[in-house]
């Protein structure tokens, strides 16, 4: 056995509003990609954080692939033409920006080991 590399993976510890979630889950039902629309869908990602958030658990673990999930689900919201929707997508544009930044800044690069 040889050791190839090793690596590191964040995790971030979100917490979102109701209003943020709900926003969420209706861009996620509106998007063009299934991959995003399965994440409001029974046992979808976006699913078991609101079930979570209605019991009171309001901090949420999230990886790099949530945190991308996510940005892309709220790519949706440019197209909503209720300007409340239109202020979370820009509040959440910019927060996932910086989360998404930090997360990558955090991260050491892979060490790999000579074979």
Same mark, same amino acid.
């Given at each position: ?18 209003? =943020? ?24 990602? *976006? ?11 309001r ?10 999930? *996510?940005?892309?689900?709220? =790519? ?11 202020? *979370?997508?820009?509040?959440?544009t ?22």
């Amino acid at each position: 056995m040889t050791l190839q590399s090793v690596s590191f993976r964040p995790t971030v510890t979100v917490a979102l509003s109701d209003e =943020e979630l709900e926003y969420l889950v209706e861009c996620s039902k509106k998007h063009y990609d299934s991959r995003c629309r399965a994440a409001s869908d029974n046992g979808g990602f *976006l699913n078991t954080v609101s079930r979570c958030q209605h019991n009171d658990f309001r901090r949420h673990d999230l990886t790099w692939a949530d945190l991308d999930l *996510l940005a892309k689900i709220n =790519e949706v919201g440019m197209y909503l033409s209720d300007p409340v929707k239109a202020e *979370l997508y820009v509040r959440l544009t910019l927060t996932l920006g910086l989360i998404l930044k930090t997360a990558r800044d955090l991260t050491p690069s892979p060490i790999n080991y000579p074979t």
